[in-house]
């Protein structure tokens, strides 16, 4: 897949992951597992990318004694999610068209 329609994906996947209520990067990653892998390395940095572009903010909270990160989804990346179903939308025409001779005639 291309690296850079991956990182897009990744990017929306991370803010669906949090859209409803705040959460953490454990938290996140076990929430994307069923649909898709990534890592701590890879969440991380896309967490950084998003909160740069302000797609989310982050706020810090003790939990067990420790500081925990909770990230919240701004206005920005629930605009971001929904364009990205407008885009998907058209992704999805290209691909009947490029797979429309793999289709058994009717």
């Known amino acids: 897949m291309d690296?850079?329609?991956?990182?897009?994906?990744?990017?929306?996947?991370?803010?669906?992951?949090?859209k409803d209520q705040d959460s953490y990067?454990?938290?996140?990653i076990k929430d994307m597992k069923p649909y898709i892998e990534i890592s701590e390395s890879t969440l991380y940095t896309i967490l950084k990318r998003l909160e740069a572009a302000h797609m989310l903010t982050v706020r810090k909270a003790e939990h067990n004694g420790r500081l925990r990160k909770y990230y919240h989804i701004t206005d920005e990346g629930l605009g971001r999610i929904e364009d990205f179903k407008q885009e998907w939308r058209e992704?999805?025409?290209?691909?009947r068209f490029v797979t429309k001779e793999d289709e058994p005639d009717e």
């Open 3 to 18: 690296i850079q329609l991956k990182r897009g994906l990744l990017d929306v996947c991370v803010l669906a992951a949090i």
């Open 91 to 95: 992704v999805m025409s290209i691909y």
């Open 25 to 28: 990067g454990y938290r996140i």
